[in-house]
């Protein structure tokens, strides 16, 4: 079934990462106001793997996530630039894996600073690590909080998608 044949918006929540790729879908339901969880979950590589063997493994992953769900959105983390500059470049080849997989899927992309997700999902942006997860895990109506930390992240940013874009409506909570 194409994307167009169904009903709500399906968004692809993305947190990049070359260990550990946390992802979550969710659908924006109902002419837009409510948020339904779909599924969530993590590419992992090992870390015996050479970059490029990596980065092949998360661009194979984010394609065939783009294939299953179909997502109208990928919404991924912009990179937060700290301290240490050799995380920040490999972070940064596991986002151009995740984009490039998403445009060569001919899905539309949006990006989001990890301050935009604390404040779409919290009200607060500078809420902890736990406060979002406790907030994805109300807001999707969830028996706990998503694991791996990573895979509550991308629900996070998906979530963070659904309350920031023009989706038809407007977005709420609900099942």
Not at 95 to 112: D, N, Q, S
């Amino acid at each position: 079934m194409l994307a167009t044949d169904r009903k709500g918006h399906t968004i692809l929540g993305i947190d990049p990462g070359t260990a550990t790729m946390g992802w979550g879908v969710i659908r924006a339901e109902g002419g837009g106001n409510r948020l339904r969880y779909v599924q969530h979950g993590a590419i992992t590589t090992p870390p015996d793997w050479e970059m490029p063997r990596r980065l092949g493994r998360l661009f194979d992953g984010v394609s065939e996530l783009v294939r299953g769900y179909w997502p109208e959105t990928v919404a991924v983390e912009e990179l937060f630039f700290n301290t240490n500059v050799t995380t920040a470049i490999t972070v940064g080849q596991a986002r151009g894996v995740a984009l490039l997989a998403a445009y060569k899927a001919g899905i539309e992309v949006t990006e989001y600073t990890p301050l935009q997700v604390k404040q779409a999902i919290t009200s607060y942006g500078r809420a902890d690590k736990r406060q979002v997860q406790e907030m994805v895990k109300a807001l999707l109506n969830l028996p706990a909080i998503p694991r791996p930390d990573d895979a509550a992240d991308g629900l996070a940013i998906a979530i963070c998608h659904a309350f920031s874009s023009s989706l038809p409506g407007k977005v709420g909570v609900g099942k």
